[in-house]
């Protein structure tokens, strides 16, 4: 069986359709609505996109929106001088492309009638059903954006609002981003980097996010070109360079061909150009660009097992560079991608990097969710009554990533604390999922740790956490989790507790960042206790510094005696430390003996091992009080990776009062084991 190939030779920067006249449409937009039956001449370009990925398409549907689009904006022009309505038709025409379905690009003409003209929204619901009107109303509220300081934060918070139940909103607001960086020419040079700046650090992750490779490179191009344009003019000029003469991957895309033929593979093998950024990228990694570096080979085939047959076949008869391969077909990325990443050393030594995909993981990379199609399209293979209830949208193609946006983003405080946690967040280019105890998964960014686990599971919850279990070992909550990992979070029984500041060291999600941050703002009476605490644990060895009888160690507390150093072991009797008998001595803890007075005691030395929190030593004392247990010496520890180590020399009636003192001490939150010493 033959493979099918592209017609070898230099390859074309771009394969899809010209440009279109956006001038000439307006002038044809002009002529206002058609006879009846008849398409308008200026979506003949968008219904041929449409069609080509939806064969069987209702176009009438197109036609009555754009007469409605068309007839609301006359009058109406862009800065650039053509008529407004050039601007819907470019963003619907760009969703064409893509594979959008008809409701998308039903809503994407009409995105701007309900904001900019006299159309309301019950018109457009009356006229093109509930699902358009959804649509439009979203992206409605996205406000025009002035693009000043707090202008954009807040723009893009109502953005990821409006996109919450449906990402097709973000969808269109993505391609309408892309048709004004397209036309930012007309605008002054400080606005131009302006917007620029807000699509580098915004619309450009979402775009990653949402897997619209497509819609990322071009909108990546074209904000280099105005950031840098001294380095995107010098890429320019490198790529027209490589272009005059033939490309070394058209001998290496031949003889791929013709391996995949002989092994009775079905394959299009394709030369893929890099795009300007990526070029760059390439000569900022490498220093100087090799032939190959200016594209890479692409390999479609028909099924999910046949990529591998390909990877095969191609690490059999080519020297495969190992370190370049890479699996996203079994292990998808977070925004949907599949493909299998090679490199083989062809003739002559020249090194070209392969993509080997299926023709579905192709059209999916490309257009990422936009591809997917109505993800509220009736399941006719559902159970009856599986509607989600009061009215939810449940969006089965909204990633994991998207939902907890739209979660932290409600408990910002301000537009600032947004912008910049938003930034952050989108930075995060990998997830991982841990299992629950309950069989439930937490997806988180890469890097993240237990903290993070915690205000995952429990939202606020999460305040009184005190320990971990990852995959069954006790760990500390700054602890990074692994994918596949187990977490079994501990909460203390104290509802009124709060959080470490030292958690915020270890919070790598916006959702606990902002959690533990707005519980210090609320509570700066505790907040200013705990940092006390924290900082007197360093240094005491027998209570908290400056502890009086029974001032702040609890119930029992002896009075102050010369402190020991950190880790020391205290002694019993005497409490000024001169006599036998140590607290680490196995005896110390049988003998009987006169303690202070005349009757007989029994002392023990207990060792209670805990995860730091506040008040921790307040609950022990007094646990060991109500046990009817006294405090002869103590020695606390500093604190380990959020671990403290207590060592006590009690003094108890009898050696029957033990047990119950252990189980006492062992059931204050955070203590996690209590042996003898």
Known sequence: MSAEAASPGVPVRKRSRPRIDLRRLGRVALLGPVSRGRLPDAI??????????HPDADLSVLSRAYVLAECSHRGQMRKSGEPYITHPLAVTLILAELGAETTTLTASLLHDTVEDTEVTLDQVREEFG????YLVDGVTKLEKVDYGDAAEPETFRKMLVATGNDVRVMSIKLADRLHNMRTLGVMRPEKQVRIAKVTRDVLIPLAERLGVQALKTELEDLVFAILRPEEHAHTQTLIAESESGPSPLTAIAQNVRSTLREAGITAEVLIRPRHFVSVHRVRMKRGELRGTDFGRLLVLVGEDADC????????TCFTPVISEFKDFVAAPKFNLYQSLHTAVVGPGGAVAEVLIRTHRMHKVAEAGVVA????????????????????ERADPTRPGWLSRLLDWQESAPDPDTFWSTLRADLAEDREITVFRTDGRTLVLPAGASC???????????????IGARVNGRLATLATALGDGDTVQLLLARDTASGPSREWLDHARTPAARIAIAGWFDAHPEDAASQDAEDARYAPYADGPAGAEDGDDGGPGWPPAHPRQQPGATAVTGDPDGDTDGGAGGGAAGDRGGDVGGDAPACLVTLVAESFGRPRLLADLTEAIATADAAIVSA??????????????????????ALPALVRAMRDVAGVYDVSRA
């Open 44 to 53: 003949g370009h968008v219904a041929e996109a449409h069609r080509a990925h």
């Open 130 to 133: 509930e699902e358009v009107s």
């Open 308 to 315: 591998y047959a390909v990877l095969g076949e191609l690490h």
């Open 372 to 391: 997917l199609g109505n993800p509220y399209a009736p399941d006719v293979t559902a159970p009856a009554g599986d509607e989600p209830a009061d009215g």
């Open 451 to 465: 903290v993070d686990a915690a205000y995952a599971q429990y939202g606020d919850g999460a305040h009184g956490c």
């Open 635 to 656: 020695t606390v520890e500093p604190p380990s990776e959020q671990r403290v180590r207590h060592t006590y020399t009690l003094q108890l009636a009898g050696a029957e």
